[in-house]
């Protein structure tokens, strides 16, 4: 498995986990009450503040964010279909802002401090019957499995090529395939050491 984290030191990666996951969260719900271009471009601009206070390369941030502007600019065109150019331009910076953000939070903290983070927020709850191991496990093996997946649908797509085959929705069947097969190996581990029981 993988890590998105990038090793620096930097104000930013001093920061406590849960306080940049705060950030994350007041940031996310905060953005949905802006409705200025101008307001989201200075928060964009707060966020590339943060990736250069974090001493993360610009080609590292990019190569993060670049995978969303496919997915991107179809809302962006159906929100200007359906509604105006202003309301799909504010909706569109809004992702940006959040997935930019989101991703300078997962370059810049730990796995094991964010699940820590995660596990100590819900401990109160485990008379509720909460399992704060059992979601900060879940958390742990999302965010790992994000580069995982996108490694294998590069794998599917960079053989089809050798074949001949030029942007294709045929590969989804192949990496359906490999992401169950990686999912049930998983499975069979996480059963073997006592995962599933009480």
């Known amino acids: 498995m993988l890590s998105l984290y990038h090793e620096a030191r930097s104000p930013v990666h001093a920061m406590p986990a849960g306080a940049k996951l705060l950030v994350?969260?007041?940031?996310?719900?905060?953005?949905?009450?802006?409705r200025s271009i101008g307001a989201l471009g200075v928060a964009m601009g707060v966020v590339v503040l943060g990736y250069a206070l974090?001493?993360?390369?610009?080609?590292?941030?990019?190569?993060h964010l670049l995978p969303i502007l496919p997915v991107l600019a179809v809302i962006v065109v159906a929100q200007v279909l359906l509604t105006d150019w202003v309301t799909a331009a504010l909706v569109g910076q809004r992702i940006v802002v959040l997935v930019a953000l989101a991703n300078l939070v997962t370059l810049t903290t730990r796995t094991s401090a964010m699940v820590a983070t995660v596990e100590a927020v819900l401990r109160p709850l485990r008379p509720l019957g909460v399992r704060p191991e059992r979601v900060g496990l879940v958390v742990a093996m999302t965010v790992r499995f994000i580069p995982v997946l996108k490694e294998?649908?590069?794998?599917?797509?960079?053989?089809?090529r050798a074949r001949?085959?030029?942007?294709?929705?045929?590969f989804?069947?192949?990496?359906?395939?490999?992401t169950l097969r990686l999912a049930d190996g998983l499975?069979?581990?996480?059963?073997?050491?006592g995962a599933g029981s009480d």
């Open 152 to 160: 294998q649908a590069d794998q599917v797509r960079a053989a089809q």
């Open 164 to 170: 001949g085959v030029r942007r294709s929705t045929r």
């Open 54 to 63: 974090a001493r993360v390369p610009a080609r590292v941030g990019l190569r």
């Open 172 to 178: 989804l069947t192949p990496l359906l395939i490999k």
């Open 187 to 193: 499975g069979d581990a996480l059963e073997a050491r």
């Open 24 to 34: 994350l969260l007041g940031t996310g719900t905060g953005l949905f009450f802006v």
